[in-house]
């Protein structure tokens, strides 16, 4: 089946080392180590700071990438890679973390800001352009009374495992729907939480705004 997006390059936002592995920031890792180890695929160390995955399908190649520069900078190496490729922003689909939604939430979008995420803000800038595909996943539970740059690194509780487990999986669907179908199925499809029944935390902000924001 043919790539029906138009994507070309897949990129999993996250910071890297043991340290980070399992803290909120580094879910755009999880979903594409998620996808790749579903498929027996493996990620190696590409030229940059990167690794990088390449395959073959839905009629066209396929490059999926995790910056490795750490999130702040994660748009050196898109770009680095981007203009290897000769890809415009439209061919990019990033995967990340969102903590203004609550866990569980899954909302793709064609285009927009960075919405204060630094990562998706470093590869806007370093793009040179917004109109980005991304991927967000709710990263809220609700239960943090410190900043939010200490809550996206820290480590998800042992108690969330499970949910996160279901979100990860449910993601990586969504990518193939993304990659097959295009993004207007899978936002038809994608765009809710995925969770059942969803989590009572709200997102920051509205009180009485629901789980789908």
């Known amino acids: 089946m043919a ?5 070309e390059l897949v990129v999993g936002l996250g910071n890297p080392g043991s340290r980070y592995r ?24 590409g030229r940059g700071d990167y690794y990088h995955l390449a395959w073959q399908g839905y009629g066209r190649s396929l490059t999926f990438l995790k910056p490795t520069s750490y999130m702040n900078l994660s748009g050196v190496p898109v770009a680095q890679v981007a ?18 939604l609550p866990l569980g939430t ?11 995420h630094k990562g998706l803000s470093s590869i806007i800038a370093q793009v040179g352009s917004d109109q980005i595909p991304r991927l967000r996943l709710g990263a809220w539970t609700g239960q943090w009374k410190g900043e939010l740059a200490d809550y996206v ?8 495992r499970d949910d996160l487990a279901e979100v990860i999986a449910v993601s990586a669907q969504a990518l193939d729907c993304i990659l097959q179908e295009g993004l207007e ?5 994608f765009n809710r939480n995925v969770l059942t029944p969803p989590p009572a935390a709200k997102a920051p902000g509205n009180p009485d705004e629901g789980p789908d924001g």
């Open 22 to 45: 399992a803290t909120w920031h580094n879910l755009g890792f999880m979903v594409l180590d998620h996808w790749a180890a579903s498929r027996n695929l493996g990620f190696k160390p």
């Open 3 to 7: 790539n029906a997006s138009g994507i």
């Open 185 to 189: 199925a899978a936002m038809n499809r």
């Open 83 to 100: 203009r290897y490729r000769k890809l415009t922003p439209e061919n990019i689909l990033v995967v990340c973390d969102d903590v203004a």
């Open 106 to 116: 899954l909302r793709l979008r064609r285009s927009g800001s960075g919405g204060g």
């Open 153 to 160: 690194l820290s480590t998800i509780p042992p108690s969330l």
